[in-house]
Nanobody, 120 residues
Framework: QVQLVESGGGLVQPGGSLRLSCAASGSIFSIYVMGWYRQAPGKQRELVARITSGGRTNYADSVKGRFTISRDNAKNTVYLQMNSLKPEDTAVYYC??????????????WGQGTQVTVSS
């Protein structure tokens, strides 16, 4: 079992910044990919950004140049620095991890979600 604890969401004005964190714990041997997804009301969940264990990153076009994903492998933690936030960034943000547990089993877990609201 792997547990994910997200933090850092909240209410921010347009143009502001927030930093999300997601810490994974439990039976972890290696985490291959850590990522952030978001889901706005009435819309499908979409990829925001993801990062591999080697540091390779992918971003949604809508957040390129504004958001930065990073990870601390020693802490099994992934971060999402969000700058120049726009009202359309308002959504529930979910952390996702893909990896292998100590017994050799593969895993794929979602966090509980954290609300990000961008509004004046």
């Amino acid at each position: 079992q792997v547990q994910l604890v997200e933090s850092g969401g909240g209410l921010v004005q347009p143009g502001g910044s927030l930093r999300l964190s997601c810490a994974a714990s439990g039976s972890i041997f290696s985490i291959y990919v850590m990522g952030w997804y978001r889901q706005a009301p009435g819309k499908q969940r979409e990829l925001v950004a993801r990062i591999t264990s080697g540091g390779r990153t992918n971003y949604a076009d809508s957040v390129k140049g504004r958001f930065t994903i990073s990870r601390d492998n020693a802490k099994n933690t992934v971060y999402l620095q969000m700058n120049s936030l726009k009202p359309e960034d308002t959504a529930v943000y979910y952390c996702k991890v893909i990896g292998v547990g100590r017994a050799g089993e593969g895993f794929d877990y979602w966090g509980q979600g954290t609300q990000v609201t961008v509004s004046s």
